[in-house]
């Protein structure tokens, strides 16, 4: 810590994940999280909600509950260093909240697009900010998007920052602060809060070399791949992606059904839509072969390659459990870390041998039945589970999966390289010709994960109720609930909180695709399934992927949404 105009300043280096990220963000803001709520005012005449006075107060709340959003990073011969000025912290900068008129729904999802198009909104000198967009439609209805760089966030700490201000937004009480000091102390890169407990630095260094010894090994068994048909030009993976997302939703009934069912056979989101993922391909591949879209040497290729999947992992639980247990399962920083799982073959059934005359044909491919019977999708998906339950009982669980994070060097070079030619007209399709699907190896089918029930996290209603777990009212610690120290609420501030003034009628994130990357996820909330994709645009059209995401409705539905009872006992392989 220093001192500069009588204001403390507060710097440390970036760690090895923070700086891939960093650099992730320079290259035209890949991996930047934008998170999109629309809003209700639930009472009646409370235009004050989205007034200005009031967003700016909990725009300025959220800095000084979680100061690491008010940072900015500087570059150094030495690395990346975060440099936290209080002045920052306790004061609002001009592009920190920007106010906007819309109107309309469509009108929002523009605007999101836009972002995404255009250059990149933060800087290394701002890393959070948020837009306020009023309807001139509906006065009781506005929008919020939230837009933070990846390097001082995940998915749980932004549901923290989105769930904070809204709680601060609808209340008329300001719980207190803990002391800035205090709380720069608590952000420590991911590498320094592994749980190593007592041990001396050189066992620590030894434990790092096996994990990165194991990781390498385990990456070579992950040869060739495929993934959705796309344009991969020679150039495709050092152009910054051009961001596109798509959601589907089922219905409350159907989610039911399908969740239900996950349980009864034992399965978890997670596996599943790994298995599902395949299956889609597989019926997108069979349509575009039959129709002579798709050539016999590529289709004897991918017919046998194995399928790759990145999966992402939440590596907080297995931090200093004292952070973690008051607040840091939720608190603001990058905490994450992915994982490879390989699946067999896509599954084709008859389509194997390339003669579909004697298939049935619905919609133009194979049904879900002829492809991958119900028992053969069960044991996918038990494959899958084994493979995660390999990875999180090995010893040096958290050794392996950190030595896979430090790729600063490539991420570096190819942001600077981006920065010196930026300028330069690239071809929108094509640049530097078109690569063969052969040639990609190894390559994922997909990024993703299961984000599970977010309304554990992420409530509809504010102010929160004075007994939710998650209230700020409440005295008890809880892992997901950071920034707020103990106190005793006045009575009239748990009175005010039985009130909602607010409720989140649609809400969603995005994340800023990579270059030549799917990312599939899924979640729940509003007692609603959720699948929602992230792509490049530049490689994947949108028509590829809306056809892959109907077919991995369509899949959910078959698979998950309906009994098999009827079916034989378990017994094939895979």
Sequence with gaps: MMEENGQRVFFRPLGITESNFYWDGVFNSTADIVVHAHLRSTQANDPDIHSQPNVMRSWASVKKRFPLVAAEVQEYESGLRFILREEAVTHLRPADVTFKEINSLHHAESFINNIMDGPRPLSSQLLARIYVLRRTDRNDHFHIVIIIAHCVTDMPSTSTVLRTFLDT????????????????????????????????????????????????????????????????SQSAFHTPAKARSHISTFSTKVS????????????????????????????????????????????????????????????????DMDWFQTGGSGDVGINISF????????????????????????????????????????????????????????????????????????????ALNWLEMKDSVLPEDGHGGKRSVQSLDPIAMQRGSALGNMETVLPLDYPL??????????????????????????????????????????????????????????????????????????????????????????????????????????????
């Design 169 to 232: 937004l609808s209340s008329r009480m300001e719980p207190p602060y803990i002391p800035l000091d205090e709380r720069v102390h608590m952000y420590q890169p991911l590498e320094s809060r592994l749980s190593y407990g007592n041990l001396p630095l050189v066992k620590r260094r030894w434990r790092r070399a096996l994990g990165y010894a194991i990781f390498t090994v385990w990456m070579t068994k992950f040869k060739g791949g495929h993934t959705l048909p796309g344009n991969f």
């Design 256 to 319: 039911s059904v399908i969740l239900s069912n996950c349980r009864r056979h034992g399965i978890t989101m997670n596996s599943a839509c790994f298995a599902l993922s395949q299956v889609a391909l597989a019926r997108v591949l069979c349509r575009r072969y039959i129709r002579g879209q798709i050539s016999e040497e590529e289709w004897d290729y991918r017919k046998r390659q194995p399928m790759h999947f990145t999966g992402g992992l939440n590596l907080r639980p297995y931090q």
């Design 339 to 414: 994982f490879w799982y390989t699946l067999p073959f896509m599954p084709l059934g008859e389509m194997s041998k390339g003669d579909a005359s004697k298939l049935e044909l619905v919609d133009g491919a194979p049904d879900f039945q002829a492809l991958m019977s119900f028992d053969r999708f069960l044991l996918r998906c038990a494959y899958v589970k084994a493979q995660a339950q390999e990875m999180f009982k090995h010893p040096r669980f958290i050794d392996i999966c950190t030595a896979g994070h430090d790729r600063v060097a490539s991420t570096k070079e190819i």
């Design 465 to 574: 109720s004075p007994d939710h777990e998650l209230s700020p009212l409440r005295s008890a610690p809880h892992p997901h609930r950071a920034g707020y120290p103990a106190w005793s609420p006045p009575v009239d501030a748990v009175e005010d909180a039985k009130t909602p003034r607010l409720h989140i009628e649609y809400w969603r994130s995005h994340v800023h695709a990579h270059p030549g990357e799917l990312y599939f996820g899924s979640s729940f909330a509003n007692q609603q399934l959720q699948y929602f994709t992230s792509y490049d645009q530049r490689v994947f059209s949108e028509e590829t992927v809306q056809e892959w995401m109907r077919e991995l409705k369509d899949a959910a539905m078959w698979y998950l949404g309906q009994s098999h009872d009827d079916k034989v006992s378990l017994q094939s392989k895979l």
